[in-house]
């Protein structure tokens, strides 16, 4: 079996710019990642601890408190209805599901995923490790007279925040329905709209209520601060959920069984997720005027993590200029050969970090 040829793992290219932010006589400020900086809800800790003494093996569909407490969050949260009980699958974090789901889906060599100009890198990963070939695009037209196997939408998109509207989402499920392509959503970051309300693929606007073909990525990593129980699930077409749910049980792909508690908390603790939208409302907030002040265009950048951020420049010019102040941010070209003159900044870091980055980008 021939290894597969991955791409270098993007952030190990920062070392150097690391070092000199990490030099700044205050520390370094790590605008770099998006992984959570503020503390796991008492709520879901003692959920987590609650089912500790249990030693049997927890099951790959999860338990039905589970599958039932991510349909009414769904629900309560998003306007998504129609969820069938079975078609709920946790997930160990969502990257592990992104990386394998062509692969699962029985996607190879031969097949055609496309992904978004500006796009996470395990999409890109993920159809490598499947045998499949990729291709970048935001649009319909370009794939000409092609026929994917998968489509891949990210709405709010990780790095550019930009949410896509019910007519593009609309466009893309009718367009790969009538091809029979499975259209498979990220919408990891779907409860942080700031300046919009992002629509799930499997809202009744887009889908008509109809799940076939679809399936939504969800992860309890961002709204939750939940990175570290690596706590995530998959939804949308029962077939294609029954599918991954027999591959997953025959690999152990199992979500540990206190965990899987905690995700119940997390779902149903609709006051703790407002609190944590806050908190990144504040930075964010904070973090635009300081680089709008130092001649920064925000683009897009309406919903999620982060400030898709230009100073019409190269973006490792950009990156080395923060760096000098002490400040660590990722380049654009992380994410597609289009993000060359933009940084991607997390709002990722605590209020004390924060108003460093701020008051050094003031000075």
């Known amino acids: 079996m021939s290894r597969v040829a991955l791409p270098d793992f993007p952030w190990d290219s920062l070392a150097e710019v690391k070092a000199t932010a990490s030099a700044h006589p205050g520390g370094m400020v790590d605008l770099s990642i998006g992984t959570p900086v503020d503390p796991v809800p008492a709520g879901i800790r ?3 601890a609650s089912v500790s003494e249990i030693p049997g093996y927890p099951t790959t569909h999860g ?6 407490a991510a349909i009414a969050a769904l629900g309560r949260r998003h306007g998504v209805t129609g969820i069938e009980p079975d ?6 974090g969502s990257k592990e599901a992104v990386a394998w789901l062509p692969r699962l889906l029985g996607f ?8 978004p100009e500006l796009a996470y890198p395990t999409y890109e ?10 291709l970048r695009s935001d649009g319909l037209t370009a794939l000409g007279p092609q026929k994917p196997a998968m489509i891949w939408l990210n709405s709010p998109s990780n790095p550019t925040g930009k949410v896509l509207p019910v007519e593009h989402l609309r466009k893309v499920v009718e367009w790969a329905r009538e091809r029979d392509v499975v259209v498979v959503s990220d919408e990891c970051y779907l409860a942080l709209g700031w300046e919009t309300s992002p629509l799930s693929v499997l809202h009744p606007d887009v889908c008509d209520g109809r799940m076939d073909g679809l399936i939504a990525v969800h992860s309890l990593s961002k709204s939750a601060n939940l990175a ?8 949308g077409d029962p077939k294609l959920i029954a599918q991954l749910l027999e591959i997953r049980k025959h690999a152990g792909m199992i979500v540990p069984r206190p965990v899987q508690e905690a995700m119940v908390a997390a779902l149903t603790d609709d006051e703790a997720l407002s609190a944590q939208r806050e908190r990144y409302a504040r930075r964010r907030l904070a973090l635009r005027k300081a680089l709008q002040d130092n001649g920064f265009r925000i683009d897009h950048s309406e919903a999620g993590l982060y400030l898709w951020a230009t100073r019409d420049e190269e973006a490792r010019t950009t990156v080395g200029w923060l760096a000098d102040r002490g400040i660590l941010v990722a380049p654009g070209t992380f994410y597609g050969p289009k993000g060359g003159k933009h940084v991607r900044v ?3 870091a605590t209020d004390e970090r924060v108003d460093a980055a701020v008051e050094r980008l003031t000075a």
């Open 63 to 68: 338990i039905p408190a589970l599958r039932a």
């Open 108 to 115: 190879g060599p031969g097949d055609l995923v496309v992904i």
């Open 228 to 235: 570290s129980y690596r706590a995530g699930f998959l939804t």
């Open 46 to 48: 003692d959920a987590l």
């Open 125 to 134: 990963v993920g159809a490598l490790l499947a045998g499949a070939s990729i």
């Open 346 to 348: 997390a709002l990722t």
């Open 87 to 92: 078609a709920v699958l946790p997930t160990i």
